[in-house]
């Protein structure tokens, strides 16, 4: 009575019957360094005199002179990396060397990081055992301004006042006839 | 809970490092102190916004965090290391090894058309090879805007050897955070010297005024007005 029926047990080697509707794509695995093909690499025994600009991530783990360009883009600045240059970017990691200015929304300088030079950016963050010689001038996020929607609502309302909107939204508020 | 106390006390008031395991590194020991000192260099920048400050300490993440928080322009600068540039020995006319002053001038403390609102300058003084104290606080006069605040330590008393360089971070208006640098790390800092209240006054005579804090750690805190 109390023996569990055997025959309600499936074995794990018993192969399920076969649904094409339950089939799962199967994952690759993903390559090691994929991320290289995801993010440029500039490795440790490069060297690059004059301007470097891109449209794509960049991780620069060697030398670099004269100028870097990631507009809206983020540079990291391997552990080996030695970049005599002014750096324009979105995002800038450092920790390696870097000799010149940094202009960017974001700047972190990890704890291996030596920076000379001036930063410019809305947020810093500066790990402890990082060293830093020069300015720090952190500008405020610039918001987006709202739009004038209580205006709009104001000239729908007052028809003295509609005479002073734009010509194009005049149409959209007059009311329908 | 007795031991905690008694550590803390002894970490405050005789300068040790609070709760140092074994497992601790000595430099991650950061101990907190009210400081009159920069309770009045917290009050004559309140309500400013956009002063240019000058630090002179190790890179602090705390001090440059807070003072860019508060929106104004840091400028940070480790004179110490800088001073400390084994490039800059040379031989002395007496055969004697020396600091070169004027190849330390021109490499440090250089800011082109830019003057400072207030310098936190801690005890860099006190450590400072002899031959470029003089000029530093000369170059530090030519820096400061008229009005301008700067906050300096110094010891009372030589404590010899053991008397720890520390970092100084600020942690609130009128609280700082000390952190011994570490002894067996890439600079090894040590006390040069102690000015009395006399030597201080000449030290700083082409400034305005100067305002004396007494610590109770030894140190005597300064705020000179350019």
Known sequence: MWKSRKEDEIPASTPSVFNPKEVRPVETPKPVNEFRSEVAHIGKSVLVKGELSGSEDLYLDGEVEGSVELRGHNLT????????????????????????????????????????????????????????????DVQREQKPEP????????????????????LGQASLLEPKR | MGSVTHNLFRSIFRGGA???????QPSAARVNRR??????????????????????????????????????????????????????????????????????????????????????????????????VKPVVERLCALMKPGGILLAFFHTRDAGPD???????IA????????????????VFRLQRVFNNRHIENLFREFASL????????VREVIVVR
């Open chain 2, 18 to 24: 609070a709760g140092n395991g074994p497992n601790q």
């Open chain 2, 172 to 187: 609130g208006n009128d609280m700082l955070q000390l952190q011994a640098t570490p002894r067996d790390g890439p600079a």
């Open chain 1, 147 to 166: 739009k004038p929607a209580v205006t709009v609502a104001a000239v729908s309302s007052s028809p003295a006042a509609s005479t002073s909107a734009p």
């Open chain 1, 77 to 136: 600045v391997g552990p080996h990396g030695r970049v005599r240059a002014h750096i324009r970017a979105k995002e800038v990691m450092v920790h390696g060397k870097v000799d010149g200015n940094i202009n960017a929304d974001r700047v972190e300088l990890k704890k291996s990081a030596i920076h000379v030079g001036n930063i410019v950016t809305q947020r810093v963050i500066i790990e402890e055992g990082a060293f830093f010689k020069g300015s720090i």
């Open chain 2, 163 to 169: 008397a720890p360089h520390c970092r100084y971070h």
């Open chain 2, 211 to 218: 305002k004396f804090f007494l610590a109770r750690d030894n």
């Open chain 2, 35 to 132: 400081s009159s000192g920069l309770n009045e260099f917290s009050k004559s920048i309140a309500g400013l916004e956009g002063l240019c400050i000058l630090d002179l300490g190790c890179t602090s993440a705390p001090n440059i965090s807070r003072l860019t928080g508060m929106g104004h322009k840091v400028c940070t600068e480790d004179l110490l290391d800088a001073a400390l540039d084994p490039l800059l020995l040379v031989t002395g006319a007496d055969g004697k090894r020396t600091v070169d002053v004027a190849r330390f001038l021109r490499e440090s403390l250089k800011y082109q058309g830019q003057k400072f609102d207030a310098v936190l300058a801690w005890d860099v003084p006190d450590y400072l090879p002899e031959p470029l």
